[in-house]
């Protein structure tokens, strides 16, 4: 019998993924998988190869039985960049790849674009749904843009598109309202959903200036790699994209939408509302009016006793409101990077499970 928790790994061949992009999150990925792989007892059936790696700016790797990934990974953590005398070396650009090398499944990790409206991400996607291969990604663009365009497609190849590290890591909200609301219909959404701006206002909170506090957001890895797209709050603004369109039937372009960042936030204004016991947050809304589903992103006054006021530093949150429940908050307590990772990790457990399913039935592969 298959132990709880544990993947089975009596049944199969390894899962061949392609990585494209190879920053904190894919490196975090390559270490889950290779040299910290034993202290997750959990993945112990997960059986993973990956079979290409490419970057916008460090190279690309890619060998059919299998990359050398603690050389990659040793490669990127030292020079920065796959090695010239790596034996796996290639010259692929990432559409190349998709498009060319043999795999089951495209891990997607390239950078959100706002100035490309979500490509080449959305490209990438594409063409591996057009090849019929499954989809997992920590990339939001795709899925404030191009949503419903992208499930059509995957649906129509039998693929999984799965997306769930896209907003709030590996938290499972997308998991959360697919799985477990069935019925209800969901009427608002809430929340903090960008953990670089709560970080910045806490730490501004205890005395950092702005610029001290992104530095330090940067450091740990949780600011985009252009960090103005979390200040001026695109990052939240996308996500609760992201989020409308999932979850309530939306079809939201983040330009459209009425978006406030933290930038002209000051210690001032953070003392004045602290005062009154009160705390400024970057708050993402979306409801249902008239027919028509709206959202705004804003500073706005989080009164003590709320429930997103006590979400400090890079915590997250989202309260989600149902015509059948009263509301139910999820909230994430100060993540990292490794959260991020584990949303990759859990979608890619469920494309397994659909794999060796869909082969040992022997209808779809
Ligand atoms: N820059 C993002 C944030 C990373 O700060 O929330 C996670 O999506």
Request: with cysteine.
């Given at each position: 019998?298959?132990?709880?928790?544990?993947?089975?790994?009596?049944?199969?061949?390894?899962?061949?993924?392609?990585?494209?992009?190879?920053?904190?999150?894919?490196?975090?990925?390559?270490?889950?998988?290779?040299?910290?792989?034993?202290?997750?007892?959990?993945?112990?059936?997960?059986?993973?190869?990956?079979?290409?790696?490419?970057?916008?700016?460090?190279?690309?790797?890619?060998?059919?039985?299998?990359?050398?990934?603690?050389?990659?990974?040793?490669?990127?953590?030292?020079?920065?960049?796959?090695?010239?005398?790596?034996?796996?070396?290639?010259?692929?650009?990432?559409?190349?790849?998709?498009?060319?090398?043999?795999?089951?499944?495209?891990?997607?990790?390239?950078?959100?674009?706002?100035?490309?409206?979500?490509?080449?991400?959305?490209?990438?996607?594409?063409?591996?749904?057009?090849?019929?291969?499954?989809?997992?990604?920590?990339?939001?663009?795709?899925?404030?843009?191009?949503?419903?365009?992208?499930?059509?497609?995957?649906?129509?190849?039998?693929?999984?598109?799965?997306?769930?590290?896209?907003?709030?890591?590996?938290?499972?909200?997308?998991?959360?309202?697919?799985?477990?609301?069935?019925?209800?219909?969901?009427?608002?959404?809430?929340?903090?959903?960008?953990?670089?701006?709560?970080?910045?206002?806490?730490?501004?909170?205890?005395?950092?200036?702005?610029?001290?506090?992104?530095?330090?957001?940067?450091?740990?890895?949780?600011?985009?790699?252009?960090?103005?797209?979390?200040?001026?709050?695109?990052?939240?603004?996308?996500?609760?994209?992201?989020?409308?369109?999932?979850?309530?039937?939306?079809?939201?372009?983040?330009?459209?939408?009425?978006?406030?960042?933290?930038?002209?936030?000051?210690?001032?204004?953070?003392?004045?509302?602290?005062?009154?016991?009160?705390?400024?947050?970057?708050?993402?809304?979306?409801?249902?009016?008239?027919?028509?589903?709206?959202?705004?992103?804003?500073?706005?006054?989080?009164?003590?006793?709320?429930?997103?006021?006590?979400?400090?530093?890079?915590?997250?949150?989202?309260?989600?409101?149902t015509d059948l429940m009263a509301p139910i908050v999820v909230v994430q307590d100060n993540p990292g990077v490794k959260d991020t990772v584990y949303g990759v990790v859990g979608d890619l457990i469920t494309v397994a499970e659909r794999k060796f399913e869909t082969e040992n039935d022997g209808r779809l592969k």
């Open positions: 019998m298959k132990a709880a928790g544990r993947l089975d790994s009596s049944r199969k061949a390894p899962l061949r993924v392609l990585l494209l992009g190879c920053g904190n999150v894919g490196r975090g990925l390559v270490r889950v998988l290779t040299v910290e792989r034993d202290r997750y007892p959990g993945l112990e059936g997960l059986d993973i190869q990956i079979v290409g790696i490419t970057t916008g700016t460090r190279g690309a790797v890619a060998r059919e039985s299998g990359v050398d990934l603690v050389r990659a990974l040793s490669e990127l953590e030292g020079g920065g960049r796959f090695s010239k005398q790596n034996p796996d070396r290639v010259e692929l650009t990432s559409l190349e790849a998709v498009q060319e090398l043999d795999y089951d499944a495209l891990v997607e990790l390239t950078p959100l674009s706002i100035a490309n409206r979500g490509e080449p991400a959305i490209s990438h996607i594409r063409s591996a749904l057009e090849r019929s291969r499954h989809v997992v990604t920590a990339n939001k663009g795709p899925f404030a843009y191009v949503y419903r365009d992208l499930m059509n497609l995957a649906d129509s190849r039998g693929v999984r598109l799965l997306h769930e590290s896209t907003v709030m890591d590996g938290a499972p909200v997308l998991n959360l309202a697919r799985h477990t609301l069935k019925g209800c219909r969901i009427q608002a959404l809430e929340g903090i959903l960008n953990s670089t701006t709560n970080y910045v206002l806490s730490r501004m909170e205890e005395g950092l200036s702005m610029q001290e506090a992104v530095e330090l957001a940067q450091l740990q890895g949780y600011a985009e790699a252009d960090p103005t797209l979390d200040l001026e709050g695109w990052d939240a603004t996308v996500k609760i994209c992201v989020l409308a369109n999932a979850f309530m039937g939306a079809d939201l372009d983040p330009s459209k939408v009425d978006r406030q960042g933290i930038e002209k936030v000051t210690a001032e204004d953070l003392r004045e509302v602290g005062a009154r016991g009160d705390r400024l947050k970057l708050i993402c809304r979306a409801w249902r009016h008239e027919g028509q589903v709206s959202a705004k992103v804003a500073v706005e006054t989080v009164p003590a006793g709320h429930p997103l006021w006590a979400v400090s530093g890079t915590g997250a949150a989202l309260r989600i409101t």
